[in-house]
Structures are given as structure tokens and as C-alpha cells.
């Protein structure tokens, strides 16, 4: 049985877009690269992303080089390349319906108008993956401002709560890995 898992970010790629609310799913996944110890950064251009590889490489943490709206064709060369099961696929991604700083993890949902699960299921032929929602909408914007808000850069207060938020959303990760049975992860810090 293969045991690899794609933990993938979305976001738009450009400095412009780095620190917007949109793009917190790539930023939790650049966090956890550093958290987990997995390899440096490497661009991949036939995968269409940046990739990072646990030590016994089960893990495969990746960023995608395209913009939100195009994931699928990189989660589904991803899934092709590695021979990663469409089950052991967690695609990390912001939510407008989440109130910061909550999140969730569902399995085989729809899209709730997301356009970049909008890609991939359309890519997968399959909604039959994981989704790590977190949620990106300041308590005080109703859900329609909320729309607004996701090409906006994060408030300062927010910016300073995000690495506490990515902790505990990386310690209830793991523990959902490990009762799936697909865990490797490695535990060591990286010492900068």
C-alpha cells in the first residue's frame, strides 16, 4: 500500500499576493515545512510547484506556481508523478465561511464555491480528498464583505496570531495523520 501524502498550500504565487488571506494556505504549508524539518524548497517546473520531501520522502509538502483558479492541473500532476492516493491527498486552503482563526478538516465535500477546489475536483474527476479549511474572515466582516477581503493582506493583530494558529492547527494535523495511519512525520525542529 502506498503511504505517501500530498499536503498541498494554495495561493496565488508573487510577492504581491503573499501575505492576503487567500493565500494562508501556502503559508501554513511554508510554516510547516520549517516545523517539520522536511528538505529545502525546490522549484519544480514539470510539477508546476515548489516541493519540499520529508527525510524518508512519504511526505511530499508542495506550493503550486500557478494561481489559485489553475490548482487542479497541479494537484492532479502531483497525484500522477508521485503515485499518491486521491485519499491520502490534504489540500490546505482558506475559507470565507470560517471565522479567523478556526478551521476544519473535512473529507469528500463539495467546493462551496471555492474556485481553486472548484480545479482540482474538476481535474481529479473526484471531490474524494481532504480539505484543510481555515478560515480567513475577520469576526466584525459579514460573509459578503468577507468576498472582499480575500485579495487583502491580513491585519496586523491576525498577522502576529498566525504562527500560534498554524501550531495548534499543525498538532491536530498530526494527530488526524496518525489515526489514518499514514504518518512519518518528522519531529525535529530545524534550528535556524
Known amino acids: 500500500m502506498n503511504k505517501k501524502i500530498l499536503l498541498i498550500g494554495l495561493g496565488n504565487p508573487g510577492l504581491p499576493y503573499q501575505r492576503n488571506r487567500h493565500n494562508i494556505g501556502a503559508l501554513f ?3 510547516l515545512q520549517n516545523e517539520w524539518a522536511t528538505s529545502p524548497w525546490k522549484q519544480s517546473k514539470k510539477n508546476l510547484s515548489w516541493l519540499s520531501f520529508s527525510a524518508d520522502n512519504s511526505i511530499i509538502l508542495a506550493r503550486p506556481l500557478t494561481y489559485m483558479n489553475e490548482s487542479g492541473q497541479v494537484v492532479g500532476q502531483l497525484k500522477k508523478f508521485y503515485k499518491v492516493p486521491l485519499r491520502n491527498i490534504i489540500v490546505v486552503h482558506d475559507d ?8 476544519k478538516l473535512g473529507f469528500n465535500h463539495g467546493s462551496a464555491g471555492h474556485k481553486g477546489i472548484e480545479s482540482i475536483m474538476s481535474h481529479l474527476k473526484s471531490k474524494g480528498f481532504f480539505r484543510l479549511r481555515l478560515g480567513v474572515r475577520p469576526e466584525s466582516a459579514s460573509q459578503k464583505k468577507a468576498l472582499d477581503l480575500v485579495l487583502k493582506n491580513f491585519s496586523k493583530p491576525e498577522e502576529e496570531q498566525l504562527e500560534h494558529t498554524f501550531a495548534v492547527i499543525k ?3 498530526e494527530e488526524k495523520l496518525k489515526e489514518l495511519s499514514i504518518s512519518s512525520l518528522q519531529k525535529s525542529k530545524r534550528i535556524v
Open 29 to 31: 504549508i511554508d510554516w
Open 96 to 103: 470565507t465561511d470560517l471565522i479567523f482563526p478556526n478551521f
Open 171 to 173: 498538532d491536530y494535523l
